[in-house]
């Protein structure tokens, strides 16, 4: 049976294809279809980093840059952090579509910490400082990517 989860987490590239489409498309589209996107974008970033996730006792890792001292080294880690990012570019684009102001990039950060934080409350997966900075990274680039998407091929901006 198809499970997306395990096919996202095996198949990066599926990942950097879907996140730059649907940021495009966030980019691209009307504040209608945005609206639309943002509701099922949150309802799957929390499908993919709250459901499939391995049950723990809620771990914790406070330590800033643990995973980002070892993106050279491992290639897990690196691919983690790299899929961490492209999972919330989409969600950058969508929000700046939505709220074309640069203090929206807080948005993702938020969304971040609020799913980091339950992550350790439900005791699944590892709650950690080093995936928000890889989501608020992503959220960033997708609101610049939109802009200068918007900029570059939607006239009169």
């Given at each position: 049976m198809f499970h997306l989860s395990r096919f996202l987490h095996q198949e990066h590239w599926a990942?950097?294809?879907y996140g730059s489409l649907l940021t495009i498309a966030a980019a691209l589209g009307s504040?209608?279809?945005?609206?639309?996107?943002?509701?099922?974008?949150?309802?799957?970033?929390m499908f993919m980093t709250l459901m499939y996730r391995e049950i723990g006792i809620g771990k914790l890792n406070l330590t800033l840059f643990w995973?980002?001292?070892?993106?050279?080294?491992?290639?897990?880690l690196r691919m983690e952090i790299l899929?961490?990012?492209w999972l919330f570019l989409p969600l950058g684009a969508i929000?700046?579509?939505?709220?074309p102001k640069w203090r929206v990039v807080l948005v993702p950060v938020v969304i971040s910490i609020a799913i980091e934080a339950m992550q350790h409350i439900l005791s699944v997966g590892l709650c950690e400082l080093d995936d928000v900075i890889s989501n608020g990274?992503?959220?960033?680039?997708?609101?610049?990517?939109?802009?200068?998407?918007?900029?570059?091929?939607?006239?009169?901006?």
């Open positions: 990942v950097i294809l504040r209608k279809l945005n609206k639309v996107l943002l509701t099922i974008y949150i309802v799957f970033i995973s980002y001292r070892r993106f050279l080294s491992s290639t897990a899929n961490n990012t929000v700046y579509r939505l709220y990274i992503g959220g960033i680039i997708g609101v610049m990517v939109c802009y200068l998407v918007r900029k570059i091929f939607v006239p009169g901006l």
